[in-house]
């Protein structure tokens, strides 16, 4: 496994968190780069616009971006829309949003514990009946779900997650047979004893939420998070469809092999609850912003769940959000999410005197290593 690059500041090592192959792409245009657009708005705009100059590269094809202080904001784009037009990129353009989604559906579950019809501490079973094995002697919480210290075993994919899953794009994999793919190995360890941070217990999470509203995970979503908060362009696949709707940048994927190929197409069933939502930087920012001020999820389960890190050894993550302490004294809460061609971040400070939301087409967005285009942004946003 490779190393991750080392970084002036340890937030951005962490933030970096057809059927048959397709044919390759070129890895930069021959054409010269469209210049980035920026604002000239906010402290660090300068160090901001030039963190996100000169794309496409070999690291990434666009870059969007929003950060906002207590008295400024800053948008910045660049890049280019594809690599056969080099047209610029859309500023407003959808992306995979990833593990970003988590938050969403953490915000859902909180938002069923406030109404009295689930309670943290209870065993998952009670929701979700027959659910775990003999195999599970202890009781495997719904808190423990939410801060990933269930101690549930990864369920079964499409193929590794740096990429090499591109012949696998148009498979379906059903969030159960993921988790009846788990649940078969048997527990990891046991629940609360550490913080392993994984997908499977957020696809149990998305089955809890439809058993317990007898309706889908996505009209839940739509309905107590994305409408409320006003994210218009926000959406879910919907099943295998494998395609962005809407206004997009396309995304490409390195392969082993050393192609470069189109990964903008590419059905993410396996991936639901824990990782499939579609979404723009202006609509994740409008969703910080209606969440840490409460309106999604209560003041008080919104402190005490997301706004802490779990009951855990050495634990870092909350309920989707993990906190990042900064050399300067702040706290930021954030969120990462990458599927193969996008790389998105999210993240805030708990009084939202500072907001950042990226969506980086990185090439090669699932490697070990931070992207230097989202290191750069994260030094520049952080300055």
Not at 149 to 174: A, C, H, I, M, W
Request: aromatic fraction near 6%; charged fraction near 20%.
């Amino acid at each position: 496994m490779p190393t991750r690059r080392r970084s002036a500041i340890a937030l951005a090592s962490v933030l970096a968190l057809g059927m048959a192959a397709g044919p390759a792409v070129a890895a930069t245009s021959h054409a010269t780069p469209p210049p980035a657009r920026c604002d000239t708005t906010g402290p660090n705009h300068t160090a901001l616009c030039k963190a996100i100059s000169g794309l496409p590269d070999d690291d990434a094809t666009a870059a969007l971006v929003r950060v906002s202080g207590e008295k400024w904001t800053w948008h910045g784009t660049s890049g280019v829309r594809d690599l056969k037009t080099n047209r610029p990129a859309l500023e407003d353009g959808r992306f995979r949003a990833g593990s970003t989604t988590k938050v969403v559906t953490a915000a859902i579950v909180l938002q069923l514990a406030a109404e009295g019809d689930v309670d943290l501490d209870e065993n998952v079973e009670t929701y979700l009946p027959g659910l775990l094995t003999d195999a599970f002697d202890k009781p495997v919480t719904v808190r423990h779900l939410l801060t990933f210290t269930s101690g549930l075993q990864p369920g079964k994919d499409l193929g590794p997650v740096n990429g090499e899953g591109y012949e696998n794009r148009f498979v379906t994999l059903t969030p159960e047979e993921v988790v009846a793919s788990s649940v078969a190995q048997g527990p990891a360890f046991d629940p609360g004893d550490r913080q392993q941070y994984q997908n499977i217990d957020y696809t149990v999470l998305g089955m809890l939420i439809e058993r317990v509203t007898r309706d889908s995970y996505e009209h839940q979503a739509s309905v107590r998070v994305l409408k409320p908060a006003r994210m218009r362009d926000t959406s879910f696949p919907g099943g295998p469809d494998p395609r962005v709707h809407g206004p997009h940048n396309r995304g490409y994927q390195l392969l082993a092999d050393g192609r470069l190929v189109d990964a903008t197409e590419w059905n993410m069933s396996d991936r639901w609850a824990a990782g499939d939502m579609i979404s723009t930087t202006a609509d994740l920012e409008k969703f910080l912003v209606a969440l840490f001020s409460g309106e999604i999820v209560p003041k008080p389960l919104l402190e005490k769940e997301m706004l802490t890190p779990a009951d855990a050894p050495g634990a870092t993550m909350s309920a989707g959000l993990t906190l990042q302490k900064l050399p300067d004294g702040r706290e930021l809460w954030f969120k990462t999410g990458a599927r193969p061609g996008y790389n998105t971040g999210i993240g805030a400070t708990a009084n939202l005197s500072f907001t950042l939301v990226y969506s980086v087409n990185a090439t090669d967005a699932k490697s070990e290593d931070t992207n230097p285009v989202v290191d750069r942004i994260v030094q520049a946003a952080l300055g």
